[in-house]
Protein backbone atom coordinates (compact mmCIF):
# COMPACT_ATOMS: atom_id res chain seq x y z
CA UNK A 1 0.00 0.00 0.00
CA UNK A 2 1.68 3.05 -1.10
CA UNK A 3 1.84 6.59 1.13
CA UNK A 4 -1.03 8.19 -1.76
CA UNK A 5 -3.45 4.94 -0.92
CA UNK A 6 -4.64 6.88 2.52
CA UNK A 7 -4.32 10.14 1.59
CA UNK A 8 -1.86 11.64 4.34
CA UNK A 9 -1.49 14.98 2.06
CA UNK A 10 -4.81 15.36 1.05
CA UNK A 11 -5.23 15.38 4.53
CA UNK A 12 -2.65 18.14 5.26
CA UNK A 13 -4.09 20.35 2.62
CA UNK A 14 -7.99 20.16 3.69
CA UNK A 15 -6.67 21.30 7.43
CA UNK A 16 -5.14 24.17 5.50
CA UNK A 17 -7.10 27.70 6.44
CA UNK A 18 -6.75 30.92 7.11
CA UNK A 19 -9.62 30.94 9.78
CA UNK A 20 -8.20 29.46 13.37
CA UNK A 21 -12.04 28.37 14.27
CA UNK A 22 -12.16 26.39 10.73
CA UNK A 23 -8.82 24.89 11.81
CA UNK A 24 -9.70 24.10 15.16
CA UNK A 25 -13.07 22.30 13.87
CA UNK A 26 -11.32 20.32 10.79
CA UNK A 27 -8.47 19.18 13.86
CA UNK A 28 -10.89 18.07 15.95
CA UNK A 29 -12.95 16.06 13.30
CA UNK A 30 -9.78 14.67 11.92
CA UNK A 31 -8.79 13.18 15.62
CA UNK A 32 -12.42 12.20 16.00
CA UNK A 33 -12.37 10.12 12.76
CA UNK A 34 -9.14 8.67 13.34
CA UNK A 35 -9.88 7.38 17.10
CA UNK A 36 -13.43 5.70 15.54
CA UNK A 37 -10.96 3.79 13.04
CA UNK A 38 -7.95 3.07 15.77
CA UNK A 39 -9.67 2.65 19.09
CA UNK A 40 -10.90 -1.01 18.16
CA UNK A 41 -7.15 -1.76 17.42
CA UNK A 42 -5.32 -0.02 20.01
CA UNK A 43 -8.23 0.66 22.59
CA UNK A 44 -8.88 3.80 24.48
CA UNK A 45 -5.24 4.11 26.69
CA UNK A 46 -3.50 2.90 23.35
CA UNK A 47 -4.60 6.10 21.91
CA UNK A 48 -4.20 8.36 24.66
CA UNK A 49 -1.00 7.23 24.74
CA UNK A 50 0.08 7.32 21.19
CA UNK A 51 -1.64 11.26 21.06
CA UNK A 52 0.22 11.74 24.22
CA UNK A 53 3.78 11.39 22.32
CA UNK A 54 2.77 13.22 19.68
CA UNK A 55 1.96 16.52 21.99
CA UNK A 56 5.24 15.43 23.47
CA UNK A 57 7.21 15.69 20.52
CA UNK A 58 5.54 18.63 18.91
CA UNK A 59 5.52 20.34 22.05
CA UNK A 60 9.25 21.26 21.42
CA UNK A 61 8.23 23.11 18.94
CA UNK A 62 4.55 24.44 20.00
CA UNK A 63 4.93 24.23 24.06
CA UNK A 64 1.37 25.79 24.24
CA UNK A 65 0.42 22.32 23.21
CA UNK A 66 1.96 20.68 26.16
CA UNK A 67 -0.75 22.53 28.52
CA UNK A 68 -3.39 19.96 27.71
CA UNK A 69 -4.80 17.74 30.52
CA UNK A 70 -2.61 14.39 29.69
CA UNK A 71 -4.05 10.92 30.22
CA UNK A 72 -8.01 12.26 29.54
CA UNK A 73 -10.18 10.69 27.70
CA UNK A 74 -9.91 11.04 23.29
CA UNK A 75 -12.68 13.30 23.15
CA UNK A 76 -11.65 15.57 25.93
CA UNK A 77 -7.88 15.61 24.30
CA UNK A 78 -9.32 16.75 20.96
CA UNK A 79 -11.75 18.89 22.06
CA UNK A 80 -8.49 21.12 24.38
CA UNK A 81 -6.74 20.38 21.29
CA UNK A 82 -9.49 22.37 19.10
CA UNK A 83 -9.93 24.86 22.12
CA UNK A 84 -6.41 25.70 21.78
CA UNK A 85 -6.30 25.69 17.87
CA UNK A 86 -9.09 28.06 18.09
CA UNK A 87 -7.15 30.76 20.10
CA UNK A 88 -3.70 30.51 17.76
CA UNK A 89 -2.65 32.72 14.56
CA UNK A 90 -3.85 30.51 11.78
CA UNK A 91 -0.59 30.39 10.65
CA UNK A 92 0.50 29.14 14.33
CA UNK A 93 -2.22 26.91 14.73
CA UNK A 94 -1.65 24.98 11.40
CA UNK A 95 1.82 24.41 11.57
CA UNK A 96 0.74 22.74 15.04
CA UNK A 97 -1.92 21.09 13.74
CA UNK A 98 0.19 19.16 10.61
CA UNK A 99 2.78 19.04 12.82
CA UNK A 100 1.13 17.01 15.13
CA UNK A 101 -0.42 14.53 12.23
CA UNK A 102 2.38 14.09 10.53
CA UNK A 103 4.02 13.02 13.85
CA UNK A 104 1.47 10.73 14.67
CA UNK A 105 1.26 9.26 10.94
CA UNK A 106 4.86 8.56 11.48
CA UNK A 107 4.19 6.90 14.80
CA UNK A 108 1.73 4.92 13.57
CA UNK A 109 3.54 3.57 10.68
CA UNK A 110 6.40 2.17 13.45
CA UNK A 111 3.42 0.75 15.69
CA UNK A 112 1.72 -1.06 13.76
CA UNK A 113 3.10 -1.06 10.04
CA UNK A 114 2.13 0.20 7.11
CA UNK A 115 -0.59 -1.83 5.87
CA UNK A 116 -2.86 -1.69 9.20
CA UNK A 117 -1.97 2.13 9.27
CA UNK A 118 -3.09 2.61 6.00
CA UNK A 119 -6.30 1.03 6.15
CA UNK A 120 -7.09 2.83 9.45
CA UNK A 121 -6.05 5.82 8.04
CA UNK A 122 -8.21 5.58 4.80
CA UNK A 123 -11.59 4.47 6.33
CA UNK A 124 -10.58 7.45 8.82
CA UNK A 125 -10.18 10.01 5.56
CA UNK A 126 -13.45 8.53 3.89
CA UNK A 127 -15.50 8.73 7.06
CA UNK A 128 -14.24 12.59 7.86
CA UNK A 129 -15.64 13.70 4.46
CA UNK A 130 -18.78 12.27 4.96
CA UNK A 131 -21.12 14.35 7.71
CA UNK A 132 -23.48 11.24 9.53
CA UNK A 133 -26.23 11.97 6.38
CA UNK A 134 -23.39 11.13 4.49
CA UNK A 135 -23.08 14.33 2.53
CA UNK A 136 -19.64 15.80 1.74
CA UNK A 137 -17.90 17.98 4.86
CA UNK A 138 -18.50 21.63 3.37
CA UNK A 139 -16.95 24.97 4.48
CA UNK A 140 -18.86 26.65 7.53
CA UNK A 141 -21.15 29.66 6.49
CA UNK A 142 -19.52 32.57 6.16
CA UNK A 143 -20.14 33.72 9.47
CA UNK A 144 -17.78 32.07 11.16
CA UNK A 145 -14.58 33.92 9.89
CA UNK A 146 -16.55 37.46 10.92
CA UNK A 147 -17.38 36.07 14.54
CA UNK A 148 -13.98 35.43 14.83
CA UNK A 149 -12.97 38.88 13.92
CA UNK A 150 -15.67 40.34 16.57
CA UNK A 151 -14.10 38.49 19.18
CA UNK A 152 -11.22 39.74 18.99
CA UNK A 153 -12.39 43.34 18.82
CA UNK A 154 -13.48 43.05 22.30
Known amino acids: MTADKYHPQAVLMWLETDHSLLLARRSVQLWAAIADELMPIVGDRGLIALFNRCIDICGTTFPWLLKAPA ?76 EQDEHKHR
Open 71 to 146: RSSPPRCFDTLGAQLSEREPRDGLAASRALFGTFHDLLLILIGEPLAGGVLEAAWRDLLRHPDGKPLSLPAQSEPE
